[in-house]
């Protein structure tokens, strides 16, 4: 059975940072992508990174470029999210999933098979 469990959410002030982790329990992490995503109350589920198997790729939503990285470590079965520059539209609760075929990371939230409960992000102005 695979779990995802997400920790490193919090309270931040504008302009400061955290970094998230999604742990993957079973043997099927390092074989396929994984995504982080994020969703306010009331609103859809938005992408903001996915990254290859390998990591070797990783895409970001515009509004992550350049503050945000995403990135894995197979041999922990974790993935990363290390954001920075923080704004108060960054708070939400962020996701992360794992898709379940082997393909390149997507983009949508129907590429993934596999998600965590969440972890809540605020950030105060």
């Known amino acids: 059975q695979v779990q995802l469990v997400e920790s490193g959410g919090g309270l931040v002030q504008a302009g400061g940072s955290l970094k998230l982790s999604c742990v993957v329990s079973?043997?099927?992490?390092?074989?396929?992508?994984m995504g982080w995503f994020r969703q306010e109350p009331g609103k859809e589920r938005e992408f903001v990174a996915s990254?290859?198997?390998?990591?070797?790729?990783?895409y970001y939503a515009d509004s992550a470029k350049h503050r945000f990285t995403i990135s894995r470590d197979n041999a922990k079965n974790t993935v990363y999210l290390q954001m920075n520059s923080l704004k108060p539209e960054d708070t939400a609760d962020y996701y992360c999933?794992?898709?379940?075929?082997?393909?390149?990371?997507?983009?949508?939230?129907?590429?993934?098979?596999?998600w965590g409960h969440g972890t809540q992000v605020t950030v105060a102005s």
């Open positions: 999933a794992l898709d379940g075929q082997p393909r390149p990371p997507g983009v949508r939230s129907g590429s993934y098979t596999y």
């Open positions: 990254i290859s198997w390998s990591g070797e790729n990783a």
């Open positions: 079973g043997d099927t992490f390092s074989k396929f992508a």
